[in-house]
């Protein structure tokens, strides 16, 4: 695509026109077309001053001025400090557009990894750490008037499981089953369960019992 100088300086040399013929008409300085021809516009004192010697320069030449000018802005801009500049020296080439399907793959491989560290913190946790136990009956401070209580809770199934140092069998999924008898009064009840590692967690329960 041609720049409006080079449209002017085509039309004006298929014209048989000199630089000093337009100037004595336009009222244009010589070099001042010369530097519009070239598109050099440094020598021009301001954007305006650019624009208008187009326009002008158009009529002279029988040439569309709003169809030049619209080539001259497509090319060029004044920047702050009033410089007449290609746009592109101007305006700042736009960013990449960071979110791309490579750092979609990257982002999900990272999820996967980072899912997978969390698992393998967890799985050494359970192997290293004290087991978790979870006693569902009694509760606390329960009161009965029956000569034994349930006792049920949840463990690890890979756990060993003892109520008052009386081992009870593990059921599916980490499950137990105990039934105890009480003795008149307060009766203390101690869970513990005990992993591999040797490490244990232990819940204690009172129960009271009335006659």
């Known amino acids: 695509m041609k720049t409006a100088g080079q449209i002017l300086s085509a039309t004006r040399v298929s014209k048989k026109l000199e630089l000093e013929d337009v100037a004595r008409v ?3 300085r010589p070099h001042f077309i010369k530097s519009i021809e070239s598109d050099d516009y440094r020598a021009l004192p301001s954007g305006a001053v650019a624009r208008g010697f187009i326009r002008n320069y158009s009529e002279y030449l029988n040439l569309n001025p709003d169809h030049l000018l619209a080539v001259f802005r497509r090319d060029f801009v004044e920047n702050p400090q009033g410089q007449i500049v290609p746009r592109g020296m101007a305006e700042p080439v736009s ?12 982002a999900i491989v990272c999820l996967i990894f980072a899912f ?3 698992y ?5 946790r359970l192997l ?12 606390p401070g329960a009161t009965t008037g029956e000569a034994t209580v ?3 809770g949840v463990t690890d199934p890979e756990a060993t499981i003892s109520v008052n140092r009386q081992l ?5 999924g980490g499950q137990f089953y105990l039934r105890l008898p009480l003795e008149p009064g307060l009766n203390t009840i101690v869970v513990t369960s005990t992993a591999k590692s ?8 009172t129960i009271s019992r009335v006659q």
């Open 116 to 118: 997978f560290g969390v």
């Open 120 to 124: 393998l913190i967890y799985q050494y």
């Open 128 to 139: 290293t750490g004290p087991p978790p136990l979870t006693i569902s009956q009694p509760q």
């Open 26 to 28: 336009t009222k244009i």
């Open 150 to 152: 349930e006792i049920t």
């Open 198 to 205: 040797g490490k244990s967690t232990s819940i204690t329960r």
């Open 168 to 172: 009870v069998a593990l059921e599916k």
């Open 95 to 106: 960013r990449p557009d960071f979110w791309t399907p490579k750092t979609t793959i990257t």
